[in-house]
């Protein structure tokens, strides 16, 4: 049986796209602490809101280190991205992703396959999938490699 194919309507604008997309809100802390986490969302939320995201999805791995991909909602987020229902994800830095560079690259490439934005808000990056500059990409990913590895 053939897998369920999802087609998007990409939007013209960066305003409309805000608009219509559904976003993942992703924070992860490697030692379990509620009130730091909750305040990772509730920051995130926060940015999403003022930037037009209206349609959230909070993923959360609380106690879960950086150096594996094998976090549950870290999954779960990667299957909805793959089945095309996220088309936005929102990270405090790219570290809360992964603080391996290889599984960074990894992560990347599954964004970029699947037309996903990706905004760091500290470093104050935004990826676009296949249409990112090269140089911002880059820039991001040097940030990452100078403070995490």
Same mark, same amino acid.
């Given at each position: 049986?053939?897998?369920?194919?999802?087609?998007?309507?990409?939007?013209?604008?960066?305003?409309?796209?805000?608009?219509?997309?559904?976003?993942?809100?992703?924070?992860?802390?490697?030692?379990?602490?509620?009130?730091?986490?909750?305040?990772?969302?509730?920051?995130?939320?926060?940015?999403?809101?003022?930037?037009?995201?209206?349609?959230?999805?909070?993923? +959360?791995?609380?106690?879960?280190?950086?150096?594996?991909? =094998?976090?549950?909602?870290?999954? !779960?987020? $990667? *299957?909805?991205?793959? #089945?095309?229902?996220?088309?936005?994800?929102?990270?405090?830095?790219?570290?809360?992703?992964? +603080?391996?560079?290889?599984?960074?690259?990894?992560?990347? =490439?599954?964004?970029?396959?699947? !037309?996903? $934005? *990706?905004?760091?808000? #500290?470093?104050?990056?935004?990826?676009?999938?296949?249409?990112?500059?090269?140089?911002?990409?880059?820039?991001?990913?040097?940030?990452?490699?100078?403070?995490?590895?």
């Amino acid at each position: 049986m053939k897998a369920p194919t999802f087609t998007r309507r990409m939007p013209v604008t960066f305003d409309e796209f805000a608009n219509s997309a559904k976003t993942a809100i992703y924070t992860r802390i490697a030692h379990a602490d509620d009130e730091i986490i909750e305040e990772q969302e509730r920051e995130l939320l926060k940015y999403a809101e003022s930037n037009g995201y209206e349609q959230c999805v909070c993923y +959360r791995d609380n106690g879960k280190s950086g150096m594996t991909l =094998n976090r549950p909602e870290l999954q !779960d987020m $990667l *299957l909805d991205i793959e #089945s095309g229902v996220i088309d936005v994800v929102i990270v405090k830095d790219l570290a809360k992703l992964s +603080r391996n560079h290889m599984q960074m690259v990894e992560l990347i =490439n599954l964004m970029t396959a699947n !037309d996903v $934005l *990706l905004i760091s808000v #500290s470093e104050g990056g935004v990826m676009n999938g296949n249409d990112a500059p090269p140089s911002e990409f880059e820039r991001l990913f040097r940030l990452f490699i100078e403070q995490y590895v």
